[in-house]
C-alpha cells in the first residue's frame, strides 16, 4: 500500500509543471510571466465579481417598495409603537476611594402613548438617584440608596377607567454588604 501512494506522489511531482524544477533561465522567465498572468486573471475575475454584487445590491435597492399594511394594521400606518418615548437619556456621575464611594444619576424620559392608536399620553418625568457607601471594617460596608430624590410623577400606565399607574415614587434603602 505505501509504495503505491509513494509511487502516485512521485507521478504526480513529476507530472506538475509548477513542482517541475526549471532547467535554465528561459524556463523560470516563461514560469513568471505564466504565474503573472494567472495572477492577473484572478484579480479581474475577482474584480468583476464585486461589480456584479454591487450592481445587483443597487438594482435590488431601487426595486423594494415598502409593503403598505392591510387589514387590522392599517389604522396604526405612521403612529409611534407604544410606551416608546423620543427621548431617553442618562446622565450618571461617581466616586469612589479606599472603599468608600458616591454616585448620582439623572434620567429623563419623554413623553409616550400608553396605547398603540396613540389616544392615552403618558408624559414625560425627570428623576433623580444616588447611592452611597462606607466602609465599617475590612469586609463590611453600609450601603445606602435613594430612587427618585425629587418624587417626580412617573406614569407608567392609566387603565381603563382613566386612573395613572404611578411607577416607583420616592424610595430610600439602607443595607449592610459583606465582601
Not at 27 to 42: F, I, K, L, V, W
Not at 66 to 93: D, F, H, M, N, Y
Not at 105 to 111: F, I, K, Q, T, W
Request: overall charge positive; glycine content about 8%; aromatic content about 4%.
Amino acid at each position: 500500500m505505501r509504495k503505491f501512494i509513494l509511487s502516485m506522489l512521485l507521478a504526480g511531482v513529476a507530472a506538475s509543471p509548477a513542482i517541475a524544477q526549471p532547467n535554465d533561465d528561459a524556463d523560470r522567465q516563461a514560469q513568471r510571466e505564466e504565474r503573472a498572468q494567472a495572477r492577473e486573471e484572478r484579480q479581474q475575475a475577482r474584480q468583476q465579481v464585486r461589480e456584479e454584487r454591487s450592481n445587483n445590491s443597487v438594482e435590488r435597492q431601487a426595486n423594494v417598495r415598502p409593503e403598505r399594511p392591510s387589514g387590522p394594521a392599517v389604522q396604526l400606518e405612521g403612529l409611534r409603537p407604544a410606551q416608546t418615548p423620543k427621548i431617553a437619556a442618562t446622565l450618571s456621575g461617581s466616586w469612589e476611594k479606599d472603599g468608600k464611594g458616591a454616585e448620582l444619576v439623572l434620567r429623563r424620559v419623554g413623553a409616550q402613548y400608553e396605547d398603540d392608536l396613540n389616544t392615552r399620553s403618558l408624559k414625560g418625568a425627570t428623576t433623580l438617584d444616588a447611592f452611597g457607601s462606607w466602609p465599617l471594617g475590612r469586609d463590611l460596608q453600609i450601603v445606602a440608596r435613594a430612587e427618585n430624590l425629587t418624587n417626580a410623577l412617573v406614569m407608567s400606565g392609566i387603565s381603563g377607567d382613566g386612573a395613572v399607574e404611578r411607577a416607583t415614587p420616592r424610595t430610600f434603602w439602607i443595607g449592610l454588604r459583606l465582601r
